[in-house]
């Protein structure tokens, strides 16, 4: 184990230096800088802001300094909010992200799982055709319909949670609740082709040969096989989650990463815009690597080393 978790470690940091390096490069490239406003600097005081910074240097200077910057994880300071670095910043707006990823992933797996299940049981029957048509539907709406929708019920109407705004721990239900959804179409739709395929194997006439009950063949047997497609759909779509929908962010006002990430892009604030980008790229790797292992003690037929 130790040993395949150092060999993904060692192969993702190639991986992390190009994502690293096309981006830098990318933001330098894009139009605008982070000191255009809508009423231009003086040339002296732009000049200055520029040296301050060390965006004066030629870009090579600039990307060697980056690199060594990167490798003591040092993002540098933000060139909008000043006297905050990057790392603060990201520190201060991850909590709201995981907060409300780790409460989607748990709502799409809560739910996309067991509806998966029913829905196979019987086949071509009401007890697949709805849970399958509750799932289709959750794939065709997006999170901008979802969400005024849940606003409209849970809030306007029932007046349980507020409609915006991240102060109480009630505040993040109906955000996850509303990514959550989302996901958790598509991992019933999964979870149920993956029951289906397990059912005729022959593992699973072994287990009803020996006089199994059929719950235990079904949700035992059955089941732990039948999670490692899921798994695999799992690990990065967890990554997504955790780094924060955009939209659900903007429309809940809550000041996650993901929301902060479009300021930056707006305010061509780059070191920003690269500490964001890495920061995703790492939890993604990382999210990846426990993905792996966690099918390999699903299946273990999968060998680590």
Known sequence: MFRFVLRRLLEAVPVL???ATATFFLARFAPGGPFDEARPLPPEVKAQMDAHYGLDKPLGVQYVRFLGNLARGDFGPSYKYHGWSVNELIADRVPASLALGGGALAIALALGIPLG?????????WLDRLPTGIATLGICLPTFVIG???VLIFSVWLGWFNASGWNVPSDFVLPSLTLGLVYAAPVARLMRASMLEVRGADYMKTARAKGLSPLRVYFVHGLRNALIPVVSYVAPTAAGLISGSFVVESMFNVPGLGQFFVKAAFNRDFTMIVGTVMFYAVVLVGLNLLGEIVLAKLNPRVRLD
Request: proline share 13%; charged share 15%.
């Open 17 to 19: 230096f190009v994502v």
């Open 117 to 125: 299940c029913v829905a196979s049981i019987k086949p071509d029957s």
């Open 148 to 150: 005024p929708l849940l």
